[in-house]
């Protein structure tokens, strides 16, 4: 098992920047790779962003390349996702999840989640 607690999330106006934190205990966090996804009002949910085990390796959805940066630090057994220049339409709850896999950018891939958090963007 492995629990997964995001933090960070908040109301934020646009064009502003907010950094998640994804924390994790139980099994070791190096030996999954871990991803972001998010769900907006209505919407279902969409993959936003994953890194590989060792860090080496980041994907990223179209709608968030360069404004997004994924990262982690195995010591800290903590993941992150960096978000600038923040529009409202980045405004959904946003969750972490970790995998086996590699990079998969299926949700169904993902074995473990944590409860999400939520980013408000005001225009």
């Known amino acids: 098992q492995v629990q997964l607690v995001e933090s960070g999330g908040g109301l934020v106006q646009a064009g502003g920047s907010l950094r998640l934190s994804c924390a994790t205990s139980?099994?070791?966090?190096?030996?999954?790779?871990m991803g972001w996804f998010r769900q907006a009002p209505g919407k279902e949910r969409e993959f936003v962003a994953a890194?590989?085990?060792?860090?080496?390796?980041?994907t990223y959805a179209d709608s968030v390349k360069r404004r997004f940066t994924v990262s982690r630090d195995n010591a800290k057994n903590t993941g992150y996702l960096q978000m600038n220049s923040l529009i409202p339409e980045d405004t959904a709850v946003y969750y972490c999840?970790?995998?086996?896999?590699?990079?998969?950018?299926?949700?169904?891939?993902?074995?473990?989640w944590g409860q999400g958090t939520q980013v408000t963007v005001s225009s």
């Open positions: 890194i590989s085990m060792g860090s080496g390796i980041a």
């Open positions: 999840a970790v995998t086996q896999g590699s990079l998969p950018r299926t949700e169904s891939e993902y074995g473990y």
């Open positions: 139980g099994r070791t966090f190096s030996r999954y790779a």
